[in-house]
Each structure stands twice: as C-alpha cells, then as structure tokens.
C-alpha cells in the first residue's frame, strides 16, 4: 500500500477573506442611522456604505424601497462623506410577493423620514 502525504499550504487569513475584503472599508463599520425594523437587507448595510464610498455616484437611483432601509443605509452614506448625490426612491408603495401588500403609511413613514434627514 502507498500512500501519498501532501503538505498542505497554510492559508492565511487574509489570503481566505481576500476577495471579501476587497469589498471592505472603514465604512463598512458604521453604526446604522435609520430605524426601520424589518428588511431583508438588514446584513447588507455596511455593504451599502462600501458601495457608496467606492463609487461616489452623482445618482442614486433606488427601485424598490419598501421601508427604506437599504435606500437610507445608502442615503447615510452619502451624506457622512459628503456626496452631492441625488438621490431617488422609487417603488409603486403598494408591495409585491416578496414583501407583501401594504398601505400607504409605508410611503408616508419613508417620505417623513427622508424629508426629516
Ligand atoms: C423586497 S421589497 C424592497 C426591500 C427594500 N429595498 C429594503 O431595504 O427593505 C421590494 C419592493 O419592490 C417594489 N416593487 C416591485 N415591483 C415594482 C415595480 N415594478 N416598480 C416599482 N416598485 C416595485 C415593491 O412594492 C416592494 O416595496
């Protein structure tokens, strides 16, 4: 019988995380500003920051805003650096099969927010 020993390379951290990392700044570690509760993108915040950092768009153009988290999350990160974004929600404010139907209150919650801010 023989049997084959292969030495296996360590792998650093860095080298494991190195395509992730690249999506990595001091952005990604801020604190979220909104207070909208539910959202399927409550993981993906410092995800938007990093995006908005490391591209500094003139337009922001957000379909399908729902509550507003991801469109505030993205909206915080372009007024803490200091972006002359603008930026759009769009959505019908009625729902869909992902986030349910809902009442115009979504709307008039995400509107006083945006305009308070
Ligand atoms: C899953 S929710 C969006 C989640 C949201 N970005 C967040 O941060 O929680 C999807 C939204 O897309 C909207 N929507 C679906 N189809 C649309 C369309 N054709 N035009 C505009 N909005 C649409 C729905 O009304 C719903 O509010």
Redesign the pocket.
Known sequence: MSVELRKERPTSVLDKYRGTLDCISPASFWPVDNL?R????KEYAPFAYWLAESQEPRTFV??????????F?FCQAIKKLALETKCYA???????E??GL?EDD?FDTVKSYNDEH
């Open positions: 909208v539910e959202s399927a993108w957000e379909l399908g805003t729902h509550g507003g988290f991801s469109y999350a769009i959505d019908t404010w009625t729902g869909d992902h986030s809902y979504v």
